[in-house]
């Protein structure tokens, strides 16, 4: 039987290049079974070492850390050609974790290289992947031409760069852009905490402002700003300039990330600039018509929109729909936070064309669905969420956040499914019907994230665990045990009589446990209160046994379970606006655990 090691070389290279990309570990076994795989992976290894480069910027520091790097990679032959992606982060900046909380940052140099599995290395590409800060006023405004000199004179001796990852609390530096459009003209640049200090100063059109965002290297940027919600009604003019960036003006942005948050009447003190009502406009770049090819229609890939306390509306969605083409949309996500998505912005999206759309996220909102105060969703709501789920396409990644039960899974297109996280109302979980459904009609998912009823491990719970062994591609679960009883929920105090009992319960599980009344909470039964205690309880055995039953009813033919996450939900609320009340029934079984 022919083997790989058969093939000429200049064959094994491209597959082993291939192979560092998707699965890095499978590069290293290869290497290691003769001599003569170890010389073929050589170059693919050095590349897998370098992949990834990440700075922890200090500058004050900057220059001495970056001469370090630059031995390092000059002791490895092909290391600088090796380097494909670079992530830069300010020093105040704590979401990359490039160093934990309690290293001592003065004693190390603040740059480490950066080893991701196919899964990281995926979201690196992605400006979703980073928190969103709100941008800070007129101390971002100046421009550090100096002190980054020394980064982007090492820019200039990475040729085959592919991404750039910049997030800090200042303006991308000037310096570092010139060396990508000299140097390496076609890295992908992204910005997070993204600023115009155009804005920031006024409505004067800054000359490096419009450098930076007609840059054929910007492909995605993330950025946070407020309106104020006072007597008159304000708003920022970030999106209006990120709309006239998207239609035309950028040539090359393909992702963006708004995170718009509301800053109530008590905000009116404190500095919004500028500010305008609706029917103002920002004249920093429409007054620049003239210029040839700087108006037409975006084809962005990847849009994220993210709202805090005031609701998703349709206008919202309908203005990007004027300034980008949504048939060319891979990515879609709608994150509402605190707030809803409302009923008409799912009819609006019902009419659009989505025919590239591959990954899509819907938060269908605290409020719509009532989970906050436990009512059904309205009918007309859940027809227009079905209408919306049933003219998307064959989608290969789903994010459902608060998924009402009550729509069915029957909805969705599966044939391409691989990733889908399905993440129900609080007090709802994934039925066995539903997980049926899944394993029949979902031939190729991979990653999983779902949350099922605990019921104290009884047949039916194991049921559920046996489905998802038959899902033959299955290798990444995450999976969130719900494990309150329904009946258990929040309301009213003078409602506990009301609460029903199970027909499994004994005389002395029917009988009301009146010495609990944290907060509104319905007086709970004595046999809701066990239950609660043993699915609670979760351990390593547990854990181990509910891995082993998923692994053993595996298909011959099939993936094994590679990595599984289990947590426990506690929750009484969707969301932690409330960290006290939503962590309530927890402190219920720690109280009892401690009597």
Request: aromatic residues 10%; contains cysteine; charged residues 25%.
């Amino acid at each position: 039987m022919a083997c790989m090691l058969d093939l000429p070389a200049e064959l094994v290279f491209p597959i082993l290049d291939e192979l560092c990309t998707i699965h890095p570990p499978s590069l290293v076994a290869f290497a290691c079974t003769s001599k003569r795989s170890h010389h073929l992976s050589k170059q693919a290894l050095t590349v897998g070492h370098y992949h990834t480069l990440a700075f922890k910027v200090d500058l004050t520091r900057l220059s001495d850390d970056v001469k370090q790097c630059t031995l390092e990679l000059e002791r490895d032959k092909g290391a600088f050609d090796s380097v494909r992606c670079l992530i830069i982060e300010t020093i105040e900046c704590t979401s990359l974790k490039i160093y934990d909380r309690d290293e001592d940052l003065s004693k190390r140099p603040l740059f480490r290289w950066k080893r991701y599995d196919t899964l990281q290395r995926q979201e690196i590409d992605s400006p979703t992947r980073y928190y969103n800060y709100p941008w800070p006023e007129s101390e971002r405004c100046d421009l550090d031409h100096g002190s980054w000199m020394p980064l982007a004179d090492l820019l200039r001796r990475l040729p085959q760069l592919a991404d750039l990852v910049f997030l800090g609390q200042t303006q991308f530096s000037p310096c570092m852009l010139n060396a990508f459009h000299t140097s390496i003209p076609s890295c992908r640049l992204f910005l997070h905490n993204f600023m115009l200090r155009s804005i920031v100063q006024g409505d004067r059109l800054d000359e490096y402002d419009y450098k930076l965002v007609t840059s054929p290297c910007l492909y995605g940027l993330t950025i946070s700003y407020y309106d104020v919600q006072g007597h008159d009604e304000l708003y920022s003019f970030h999106q209006e300039a990120i709309q006239r960036m998207v239609y035309g003006l950028s040539p090359n942005l393909k992702e963006i990330h708004i995170d718009r948050n509301r800053l109530g009447g008590f905000a009116l003190q404190f500095s919004l600039k500028p500010a305008y009502s609706r029917d103002q406009h920002w004249q920093g770049f429409t007054s620049d018509k003239k210029l040839p090819g700087t108006f037409q229609k975006g084809a962005l890939e990847h849009i994220v929109l993210s709202k805090r306390e005031t609701d998703i509306r349709k206008r919202d969605i309908e203005s990007w729909s004027e300034y980008t083409d949504f048939s060319k949309l891979r990515v879609l996500r709608l994150c509402p936070h605190l707030c809803d998505i409302q009923e008409n912005v799912l009819e609006y999206l019902s009419t659009c064309n989505f025919a590239s759309l591959e990954t899509f996220e819907l938060w269908m909102g605290e409020f719509s669905r009532s989970s906050w105060f436990h009512l059904p969703c309205s009918s007309s709501f859940a027809s227009a969420k079905k209408r919306f789920l049933e003219q998307l396409p064959a989608l290969s990644t789903l994010k459902l956040q608060d998924w009402d039960p009550k729509l069915g899974l029957d909805v969705l297109q599966y044939s391409n499914l691989r990733k889908l996280h399905l993440k129900p109302a609080v007090g709802s979980s994934i039925s066995l019907n539903d997980l049926n459904r899944l394993a029949k009609y979902c031939p190729i998912l991979s990653n999983l994230a779902i949350t099922l009823r605990r019921l104290r491990g009884n047949a039916d719970e194991v049921k559920m665990y046996k489905v998802l062994g038959s899902m033959a591609r299955l290798a990444h679960l995450d999976l969130l045990l719900d494990v309150k009883d329904p009946k258990f929920r929040w309301g009213g105090r003078g409602k506990g009589v009301d609460i029903p009992s199970d027909p499994s319960f004994d005389n002395f599980d029917r009988e009301f446990y009146p010495q609990i009344t944290l907060g509104y909470y319905k007086c709970p039964r004595k046999g809701h209160l066990r239950d609660g205690l043993i699915n609670s309880a979760l351990d390593a055995d547990l854990v181990c046994s509910i891995f082993r039953t998923i692994n053993s009813t595996k298909p011959d033919i099939s993936v094994l379970l590679k990595k599984m996450t289990i947590s426990v939900d506690t929750r009484e609320l969707s969301n932690t606006f409330d960290k006290a009340r939503s962590e309530l029934y927890y402190n219920v079984l720690r109280y009892l655990g401690a009597e």
